[in-house]
């Protein structure tokens, strides 16, 4: 069985349900649509019986680079990630509750009692991206695929704010105190991924951990992850996402996130993230 749509794929196979984040000329990159596509394939999930275990992947060269700065940068302007200081000042809940949004739409994934495994490969899960990655329970990666959240240097902050829990508070702080990106072997050692193993062999690891996960009735993997969930949540997870997603708000219309967008308008993104990252 399978559904598809413009930006997200759903693609079920026996007890596996497959959501496949489908932008590959674009890297898998956020628009204003995936985030509701993406959270419609996991209700789907979530509804049928049959699914046990839920696959999360990206279409093309990696899973996802993270918000469309093409969209949200590049463009000329006043858009839902900018507000233009000419046309008015800035509303910051506004751009919260557009941001807000976003983020209980990835969260989507962690809130779903189903086990989720995310599958990063090639350029891997960064920025935005790697928002998704870090709600799903499990991250398998490739050896050669990068994870990190580099506009943490500037123009964001992590809305999922997931990074304390998968890593602890002193890799989180090396994360995005630096912005650092880096790849499997790292992330594995850290205890982000789960897995790691080369690209040729990907797929087939992902497969290995989901007739693991799937061996185990339904009521089960739903018990442990909600007991897991509830701790997690008891940390203030909540209130960590409410700060984060105000913070991104405010990080993309600091002195130095002007001066980014401003970048970004006159020589493209690609040059403008050259840049901020060439300085550091």
């Not at 951990?209 to 993997?221: D, I, M, T, Y």
Request: aromatic share 6%; hydrophobic share 40%.
């Amino acid at each position: 069985m399978s559904m598809s749509s413009s930006e997200v794929l759903l693609e079920k196979r026996g007890r596996r349900a497959y959501i496949t984040l489908n932008r590959p000329d674009r890297l898998n990159a956020i628009n204003d649509t995936l985030p509701v596509q993406l959270a419609a394939a996991v209700e789907q999930c979530a509804i049928d019986p049959a699914v046990r275990v839920i696959i999360l992947q990206g279409a093309g060269k990696g899973f996802c680079g993270g918000y469309d700065l093409q969209r949200y940068a590049e463009s000329k302007g006043t858009n839902p990630g900018w507000q233009d200081s000419t046309k008015g000042p800035w509303d910051p809940l506004e751009d919260y509750v557009m941001m807000r949004r976003n983020t209980d739409l990835f969260m989507s994934l962690f809130r779903v009692l189903k086990p989720v495994l995310c599958k990063v490969h090639g350029s891997g899960a960064v920025a935005g991206g790697s928002d998704i990655a870090l709600c799903a329970d499990l991250i398998i990666m490739s050896h050669t695929a990068y994870i990190g959240y580099p506009p943490a240097r500037v123009w964001g902050c992590p809305t999922t704010a997931h990074w304390v829990n998968k890593v602890g508070p002193a890799n989180a702080k090396r994360m995005l105190l630096t912005g650092d990106v880096i790849n499997g072997t790292e992330a594995h050692r850290m205890g982000l991924a789960a897995s790691v193993v080369a690209e040729d062999m990907l797929d087939a690891e992902v497969e290995r951990w989901a007739a693991k996960l799937e061996k185990s009735p339904l009521n089960q993997l739903a018990m442990h992850k909600l007991l897991i969930n509830t701790a997690i949540d008891q940390q203030g997870l909540n209130v960590q996402q409410t700060l984060a997603t105000l913070f991104d708000g405010i990080a993309r219309h600091t002195k130095e996130g002007a001066g980014f967008k401003a970048l970004a308008e006159h020589k493209g993104w690609k040059y403008a993230v050259s840049q901020r990252d060439s300085k550091l």
